[in-house]
């Protein structure tokens, strides 16, 4: 599609879609704590038994901050930590079954959005659809 054929160009579509981006997701501190969460188990479910150093890579965080969210997710009992039988100066990090659960449940935003779209008719949905899959194309 060509600029001219649109009513509005590509830098005033992208200022409306994150403004509407904005009003269907929640993005206040609550929603990037979860997300943060979220980020952290998964690195530390992806490379069980991980250490440290390799949850900081994936998350591309410093050690010092993600050793204080790891610390943090230990004390909710969401995550376990031993020493490494292999280097007694390294932790191993697993997942505890509460933190399989909490990783496997859907995120609190997918609810809200889950919620926002029952609400909308077949024919709107399946315009939102292709909207996404016009979206996914272009990445």
Known sequence: MQQSSLSHGPGALASRFTDVAHKWVADGPAERAEATRRKLLAAIGESEPATLNEVAA????????????????????????????????????????????????????????????????????RAVERAIEILERGL
């Not at 998350?59 to 930590?81: F, H, K, N």
């Not at 490494?84 to 935003?109: E, I, K, T, V, Y």
């Open 58 to 125: 994936a998350v591309e965080r410093g050690a010092p901050a993600v050793s204080r969210s790891v610390d943090a997710l230990v004390r909710a009992g969401l995550v376990e930590r031993q020493a490494d039988p292999d280097n007694r100066r390294r932790l191993a990090l697993r997942l505890s079954a509460a933190g399989q659960a909490d990783l496997s449940r859907s995120p609190a935003s997918n609810r809200m959005l889950r919620i926002k779209f029952e609400r909308l008719a077949h024919s709107e949905l």
